[in-house]
């Protein structure tokens, strides 16, 4: 069975200090692993995704996460926060061979203050 | 190039009443899918379509009933809508591979009173 745990509900940072969020999933077969950003009454965007090519993989706006089978986790960061970067993230998981089981995380609000 | 469209963005319903959210996508995606979106609870699957004429359950079926009469519509119709219906609904469509991109539509936030 495929799970993903969002391990922090809020997260808060200065602008110019990194991000980390933080997400741990669990799956039988290979998975394919993504990134989602929500901003507040808007609709989900891709921020980034990993299929097993590179393990650290590169998104939009500055975000990247690492895969790492050892860990089993799938962690987003970003060098230096902006205030727009306030929004939603979910982390997902869909096996390999299904796209129809995406698996939602819970979500990770980020608030970046000035 | 629309994308994903929902429609309506917001609705209020009395209990018992009926209504179909409706969701068009333009891409040829053959994969599309229905999402509830509640506090604390990420985004659970309604239903989903691998292509025209073929549906499928997903986690939270109990409540709604979906058609896929062409590629680019998936409406999803509340039979009898219920307060624990009360939620943001949200329409994807993707290529049926793995590991491909679900791009979402903007959502529609319903409230049943």
């Known amino acids: 069975a495929q799970s993903v745990t969002q391990l922090d509900s809020h997260v808060s940072v200065s602008e110019g200090t990194p991000v980390l969020l933080r997400c741990n999933y669990s799956?039988?077969?290979?998975?394919?692993l993504f990134w989602y950003v929500q901003h507040p009454n808007k609709g989900l965007q891709l921020l980034l995704k990993y299929t097993s090519a590179a393990t650290l993989v590169k998104g939009i706006n500055g975000f990247e996460a690492e895969f790492k089978k050892s860990e089993t986790s799938f962690h987003l960061t970003k060098p230096s926060a902006h205030m727009s970067d306030a929004a939603e993230y979910f982390c997902?998981?869909?096996?390999?061979?299904?796209?129809?089981?995406?698996?939602f995380g819970t979500g990770t609000r980020l608030q970046v203050f000035p | 190039n629309a994308g994903v469209t929902q429609t309506p963005k917001f609705q209020v319903l009395k209990t018992g009443q009926s209504m179909t959210l409706q969701c068009a996508q333009d891409?040829?995606?053959?994969?599309m899918s229905w999402y509830r979106q509640d506090p604390g609870m990420g985004l659970r699957l309604i239903h989903y379509?691998?292509?025209?004429?073929?549906?499928d359950q997903g986690e939270v079926p109990n409540g709604y009933n979906v058609s896929r009469s062409t590629t680019e519509d998936f409406p999803l119709r509340l039979l009898s809508a219920a307060p624990s219906q009360t939620s943001v609904y949200f329409c994807?469509?993707?290529?049926?591979?793995?590991?491909?991109?679900?791009?979402f539509g903007q959502g529609t936030r319903l409230t049943v009173v």
């Open positions: 891409m040829n995606h053959e994969y």
């Open positions: 379509s691998v292509g025209a004429g073929i549906t």
């Open positions: 799956s039988s077969y290979s998975p394919s």
């Open positions: 997902v998981v869909s096996p390999s061979y299904n796209t129809d089981k995406l698996i």
């Open positions: 994807a469509s993707s290529y049926v591979k793995g590991g491909t991109e679900a791009f």
